[in-house]
């Protein structure tokens, strides 16, 4: 048998997806219309011999438990949310939860961040991983060389895919080939994690922070039972014949900002194409809107036949678009309003937010600048005519003035 972890991090760690990350936890967050932890969810029901599926955070049970519920019925596969009552580390917190996770006995564990976007090709990581006959294996890709930085960068043995060296977000350059977040491992896991834990007890808790953690907290030391996967795992076993590597020549990206979010959403939309078809939305102006390119629209929104929608939109349930309404490069959350000939462009409109008749809310759509898309918050309300350029609206503001690259607090 197998299992399939996803850790889902808690309120702490999705600071960068504000103002979106307030009401919901960034996992929760739709992509294409669906939760950004229903992607790699969908993808472990490819897995051979799968028995459950666990969510790891410390975000709130109750903020889960509908979305585990509905899940579980819809894939006629357990999917259960594992409170930890602290951060354990992406490692620890895997630990944490040990003797639940080896209840069904596995033979492999798929350890899966929740904040990547990929094909996850997990099958064949499966079988990879078993003919290397390691402890572990992870999905690894090439990236540019101005943006391994921002990730674990790694070196492998282009014969034998063995894992040669690991260094977690390097300040100099090491490789261009980066880790994505998705691995595969034998129990041992536990006993590798159980090690640190009880070295790092050892030495008095003398192991210190990264430097840039330190910045923030430069006397605090790491707790026993505080293990990151990457600096105290794959680093010091890199090079020890047990981790092995998979590389991905498909789509790669880490979803930390509400832009990444925009063109994961996209990237996804694209993948329905030959995944879930049916979720696409078909329109020729007719009877139902226009639609361009992928499109998804959840049943329950009400789209004007005289609308033209897409590329890569995603509408969300209650959502009411008037005649005339043009959206282009969007996700537009629940229950928003938008009002006849308004315009929306690469653009994130919050749950509530109601745009006036021919408003605009826009942005350039370059997804990893800081503007680089207009987000409204929460309950946002756009006046008729008011235009809004690559600005962040916080919730429950109201705009009568146009504004242009602002921050509206
Ligand atoms: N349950 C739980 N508890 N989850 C956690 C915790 C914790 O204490 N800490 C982190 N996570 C989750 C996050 O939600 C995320 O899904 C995953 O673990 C990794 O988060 P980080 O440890 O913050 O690392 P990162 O996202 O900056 O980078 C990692 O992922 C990259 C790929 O996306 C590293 O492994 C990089 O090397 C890698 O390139």
């Given at each position: 048998?197998v299992?399939?972890?996803?850790m889902?991090?808690?309120?702490?760690k999705g600071?960068?997806?504000?103002?979106?990350?307030?009401?919901?936890?960034?996992?929760?967050?739709?992509l294409?219309?669906?939760?950004?932890?229903?992607h790699?969810?969908?993808?472990?029901?490819?897995?051979?011999?799968?028995?459950?599926?666990y969510?790891?955070?410390f975000?709130?049970?109750?903020?889960?438990?509908l979305?585990?519920s509905?899940?579980?019925?819809?894939?006629?596969?357990?999917?259960?949310?594992?409170k930890?009552?602290?951060?354990?580390?992406s490692?620890?917190?895997?630990?944490?939860?040990?003797?639940?996770?080896?209840?069904?006995s596995?033979?492999?564990i798929?350890?899966?961040n929740?904040d990547?976007c990929?094909?996850f090709p997990l099958p064949s990581?499966?079988?990879?991983?078993?003919?290397?006959?390691?402890?572990?294996?992870m999905l690894v890709i090439?990236?540019?060389a101005?943006?391994?930085?921002?990730?674990?960068?790694?070196v492998?043995?282009?014969?034998?895919?063995?894992?040669l060296?690991?260094t977690?977000?390097?300040?100099?350059?090491?490789?261009?080939?980066i880790?994505?977040?998705?691995?595969?491992?034998?129990?041992?896991?536990?006993?590798?994690?159980?090690?640190v834990?009880?070295?790092?007890?050892?030495r008095?808790?003398l192991?210190?922070?990264?430097?840039?953690?330190?910045?923030?907290?430069?006397?605090?030391?790491?707790?026993?039972?505080?293990?990151?996967?990457?600096?105290?795992?794959?680093?010091?076993?890199?090079?020890?014949?047990?981790?092995?590597t998979?590389?991905?020549?498909?789509?790669?990206?880490q979803?930390k900002?509400?832009?990444?979010?925009?063109?994961?959403?996209e990237?996804?939309l694209?993948?329905?194409?030959y995944?879930s078809?049916?979720?696409?939305?078909?329109g020729?102006?007719?009877?139902?809107?226009?639609i361009?390119?992928d499109v998804?629209?959840?049943?329950?929104?009400?789209?004007?036949?005289?609308?033209?929608i897409g590329?890569?939109?995603?509408?969300?349930?209650?959502v009411?678009?008037?005649?005339?309404?043009?959206?282009?490069?969007?996700?537009?959350?629940d229950d928003?309003?938008?009002?006849?000939n308004?315009?929306?462009?690469?653009?994130?409109?919050?749950w509530?937010s109601?745009?006036?008749?021919?408003?605009?809310?826009?942005?350039?759509?370059?997804?990893?600048?800081?503007?680089?898309?207009?987000?409204?918050?929460?309950?946002?309300?756009?006046?008729?005519e008011v235009v809004?350029?690559?600005?962040?609206?916080?919730?429950?503001?109201i705009?009568?003035v146009?504004?242009?690259?602002e921050?509206?607090?």
């Open positions: 048998k299992v399939a972890v996803i889902v991090g808690g309120p702490t600071t960068r997806f504000r103002p979106l990350s307030f009401n919901t936890p960034k996992p929760l967050f739709p294409a219309g669906q939760p950004m932890v229903h790699p969810i969908s993808a472990c029901k490819r897995i051979p011999n799968l028995a459950q599926i969510l790891i955070g975000h709130e049970e109750r903020e889960f438990a979305y585990v509905s899940i579980s019925n819809e894939l006629k596969l357990p999917v259960r949310y594992l930890e009552d602290k951060p354990h580390g490692a620890g917190g895997l630990y944490y939860f040990r003797d639940i996770i080896m209840e069904d596995p033979s492999h798929f350890l899966l929740c990547v990929c094909s990581m499966l079988d990879a991983h078993i003919k290397y006959g390691g402890m572990g294996t090439k990236v540019s101005e943006s391994a930085n921002q990730f674990g960068e790694l492998a043995d282009p014969e034998t895919h063995e894992l060296h690991y977690e977000k390097p300040e100099t350059f090491v490789s261009d080939l880790n994505c977040g998705v691995y595969i491992f034998t129990p041992d896991i536990f006993a590798a994690i159980e090690d834990s009880i070295n790092r007890e050892g008095g808790n192991r210190r922070l990264s430097s840039f953690e330190a910045l923030q907290s430069a006397t605090r030391t790491l707790p026993k039972d505080f293990v990151r996967l990457d600096q105290d795992i794959l680093s010091p076993l890199a090079g020890k014949k047990k981790l092995y998979y590389e991905t020549n498909d789509f790669w990206e979803i900002t509400p832009g990444l979010s925009l063109k994961c959403s990237l996804y694209a993948q329905f194409r995944t078809p049916h979720l696409l939305a078909s020729d102006g007719k009877k139902n809107a226009k361009v390119g998804y629209i959840h049943p329950s929104a009400k789209v004007h036949p005289s609308a033209k590329p890569n939109v995603s509408i969300s349930a209650n009411r678009v008037g005649a005339g309404v043009r959206l282009i490069g969007c996700i537009v959350l928003v309003e938008v009002k006849e308004a315009v929306v462009i690469n653009s994130i409109v919050g509530k109601s745009l006036g008749r021919w408003s605009r809310v826009q942005a350039d759509g370059d997804y990893s600048a800081k503007l680089g898309i207009t987000i409204l918050g929460e309950a946002v309300t756009v006046e008729d809004v350029i690559n600005s962040i609206v916080l919730p429950h503001k705009l009568n146009s504004v242009q690259d921050i509206i607090l």
